[in-house]
């Protein structure tokens, strides 16, 4: 498994941007596909979404499709999610995730993730 550090969360007007950041531990991260999650106060953790390793292929959840954007850099084991045009309801514990496969099949290393507060 990877250890894996999220950083970057905070407090937003609605409409605002941040970028939320998930360091990694050990050398192969690129191996890994890494995938964004979150969870909203009294609701269950959700997709947010997802790189596929060696291909970078990306997905998303509906809701942020447009808006959110998920990247890596490889030499510094790390993923990012630039999120933009922020709303209310995108207020929730972020979580980045890793698996050594395509995502599909759930992942087993996660991070203790970041607060994202959105204020209207």
């Known amino acids: 498994q990877v250890q894996l550090v999220e950083s970057g969360g905070g407090l937003v007007q609605a409409g605002g941007s941040l970028r939320l950041a998930c360091a990694a531990s050990?050398?192969?991260?690129?191996?890994?596909?890494m995938g964004w999650f979150r969870q909203a106060p009294g609701k269950e953790r959700e997709f947010v979404a997802r790189?596929?390793?060696?291909?970078?292929?990306?997905y998303y959840a509906d809701s942020v499709k447009g808006r959110f954007t998920i990247s890596r850099d490889n030499a510094k084991s790390t993923v990012y999610l630039q999120m933009n045009s922020l709303k209310p309801e995108d207020t929730a514990v972020y979580y980045c995730?890793?698996?050594?496969?395509?995502?599909?099949?759930?992942?087993?290393?996660w991070g203790q993730g970041t607060q994202v507060t959105v204020s209207s």
């Open positions: 790189i596929i390793r060696w291909i970078d292929r990306t």
């Open positions: 050990g050398r192969t991260f690129s191996s890994y596909t």
């Open positions: 995730a890793a698996v050594l496969g395509d995502g599909t099949a759930g992942y087993n290393s």
